[in-house]
């Protein structure tokens, strides 16, 4: 069974630092694409990161020169890296990757259960 399991939110004062991790596990053939999306109450899921097979990265303006997204391919780990933090980062993080499974046809997207993360004094 193919899973994205994430780690390292909690909370923390503004400007502080948070580094999430999302690891996928499983009979997994091919990783392509990993993002890092949030979500408040009330709000839609909105895209903060993206990184391709490829190594291309892209990031929402919010979040530019704040933030850096990074993977490790070996450990089938993406990393969110979260810098000089305010209270509207507070937010419910995912973590999604486009994964091919042993033996299946195409690439699915897969989803992470959610890691909180809020920006408080």
């Known amino acids: 069974q193919v899973q994205l399991v994430e780690s390292g939110g909690g909370l923390v004062q503004p400007g502080g630092s948070l580094r999430l991790s999302c690891t996928a596990s499983?009979?997994?053939?091919?990783?392509?694409?990993m993002r890092w999306y949030r979500q408040v109450p009330g709000k839609q899921r909105e895209l903060v990161a993206v990184?391709?097979?490829?190594?291309?990265?892209d990031y929402d303006d919010s979040v530019k020169g704040r933030f850096t997204i990074s993977r490790d391919n070996a450990k089938n780990t993406v990393y969110l890296q979260m810098n000089n933090l305010t209270p509207e980062d507070t937010a419910v993080y995912y973590c999604n990757a486009l994964m091919a499974a042993d033996m299946a046809v195409i690439a699915t997207n897969y989803w992470g259960q959610g890691t909180q993360v809020t920006v408080s004094l």
């Open positions: 990184i391709r097979s490829g190594g291309s990265i």
């Open positions: 499983g009979s997994i053939r091919s990783i392509y694409h």
